[in-house]
């Protein structure tokens, strides 16, 4: 469903996670253009987790425990994230293999568990709004 927020937002992290497989793949060997890849992806996911928080987080009547559960969970992963983005350049193999967990980990709830609960439960006139707040700051403009 193209009108969906699960939609919007998975083709967001298709996007982004295709510029971080293409960092980690070793395919881009010019140093400019990996410094400019590297800021893409920062910046790109940078914007995700902010329009995510103002978009959707923010809800106040979210009603169910479970869903306020998990934008508490997502939260403390969005300033995991950031904290690690901080210096992504400079990161080690161990630290980037937690950054690939963490990413993974995340995506999966929220594609796999948020991002439907919030189509099916929320609305139509709530899931509009939120539909509109999306496009209108996605970075990509899906």
């Given at each position: 469903?193209?009108?969906s927020i699960?939609?919007?937002?998975s083709n967001?992290?298709?996007?982004?996670?295709?510029?971080?497989?293409?960092?980690?793949?070793g395919?881009?060997?010019?140093?400019?253009?990996?410094?400019?890849?590297?800021?893409?992806f920062?910046?790109?996911?940078?914007?995700?987790?902010?329009?995510e928080?103002?978009?959707i987080?923010?809800?106040?009547?979210?009603?169910?425990?479970e869903?306020?559960?998990?934008?508490?969970?997502?939260?403390?992963?969005?300033?995991?994230?950031r904290?690690?983005?901080?210096?992504?350049a400079?990161?080690?193999?161990?630290t980037?293999?937690?950054l690939?967990?963490?990413?993974?980990?995340?995506?999966?709830?929220e594609?796999?568990?948020?991002?439907?609960?919030l189509?099916?439960?929320?609305?139509?006139?709530?899931k509009?709004?939120?539909?509109?707040?999306l496009?209108?700051?996605?970075?990509?403009?899906?």
């Open positions: 469903m193209q009108n699960t939609f919007l937002m967001e992290h298709k996007v982004i996670f295709a510029k971080f497989n293409k960092i980690l793949d395919s881009v060997v010019d140093k400019k253009e990996m410094l400019e890849l590297i800021k893409s920062k910046d790109d996911l940078l914007a995700h987790m902010k329009l928080e103002q978009a987080f923010n809800i106040e009547d979210i009603g169910s425990n869903m306020k559960q998990i934008f508490v969970k997502l939260l403390e992963e969005h300033s995991q994230i904290r690690m983005l901080v210096d992504f400079r990161l080690d193999e161990e980037v293999d937690d690939k967990d963490i990413l993974a980990k995340h995506e999966a709830l594609a796999g568990t948020l991002y439907p609960k189509d099916r439960e929320l609305s139509d006139y709530l509009e709004e939120i539909l509109k707040k496009s209108e700051g996605s970075v990509y403009g899906v």
